[in-house]
């Protein structure tokens, strides 16, 4: 079974950045198309990045397209966004998940394999 452990959130002020982790285990993490979604306080979950396979088609949510990246690195089963220019509303739970299909597709109902979060705090 697919197991996912998001990491390397943590407590930042505004304008600074941070790069999240997600591990992958239990599956040939080259074969999973991944999204990062996040969800803020008293708001919905949201997806805010896709990364294909091997990392050639990537895919972002309007408000995350100039200041979020995803990317991957197989050999070491992790994909990771790094977020820049970080502001208080960026402040959620981070998590990544495995696509049923790999579509691009950034709705939540389509991803099967969720990680635990890692949470982003940013202060003004």
């Known amino acids: 079974r697919v197991r996912l452990r998001e990491s390397r959130g943590g407590a930042v002020t505004s304008g600074g950045s941070l790069t999240l982790s997600c591990e992958v285990s239990g599956y040939t993490a080259s074969a999973l198309c991944i999204g990062w979604f996040r969800k803020a306080p008293g708001k919905e979950r949201e997806g805010v990045a896709y990364i294909s396979p091997r990392g050639k088609i990537t895919t972002y949510a309007d408000s995350a397209k100039e200041r979020f990246t995803v990317s991957r690195d197989n050999a070491q089963n992790t994909v990771y966004l790094l977020i820049d220019s970080l502001k208080p509303d960026d402040t959620a739970i981070y998590y990544c998940?495995?696509?049923?299909?790999?579509?691009?597709?950034?709705?939540?109902?389509?991803?099967?394999?969720w990680g635990p979060g890692t949470q982003v705090t940013v202060s003004s």
């Open positions: 998940a495995t696509a049923r299909l790999c579509t691009g597709s950034l709705s939540v109902d389509l991803y099967v394999d």
